[in-house]
């Protein structure tokens, strides 16, 4: 049974940072790409970052490229995104999910389907 366990959210300041965890069980941690997904209220889904499963190349959206750090640790199947100086608007349901398809753009690529999503962990950015 696949399964992804979000972790590591919570209420922090603007100009703040919060690092997600993602613990994986069930597949094969090394050979899928996985990224991450959030969910504002009364919003769509929208996505994060993601990376391949070798963890050399990584992709951001433009509203968290230069501030969030995609990252994977295969010895212990997680993933994880670091948030740094962090605002109002990142506040949202965060998921890890593992990337069936992507999408290439000029320049670069972004998941456009998932295989599997976590839960979700709350991230709420607010003084």
């Excluded at 993602?22 to 899928?32: A, I, M, R, V």
């Excluded at 769509?44 to 959206?61: F, Q």
Aim: glycine share 12%; net charge positive; with cysteine.
């Amino acid at each position: 049974e696949v399964q992804l366990v979000e972790s590591g959210g919570g209420l922090v300041q603007p100009g703040g940072s919060l690092r997600l965890s993602c613990t994986t069980s069930g597949f094969t941690f090394g050979s899928k790409d996985m990224g991450w997904v959030r969910q504002a209220p009364d919003k769509g889904p929208e996505w994060v970052s993601a990376g391949t499963s070798d963890g050399h190349t990584t992709y951001y959206a433009k509203s968290v490229k230069g501030r969030f750090t995609i990252s994977r640790d295969s010895a212990k199947n997680t993933l994880y995104l670091q948030m740094n100086s962090l605002k109002p608007d990142d506040t949202a349901v965060y998921y890890c999910a593992t990337v069936r398809y992507w999408l290439q753009e000029v320049g670069s690529k972004r998941p456009v389907e998932y295989d599997y999503r976590g839960q979700g962990t709350q991230v709420t950015v607010s003084s």
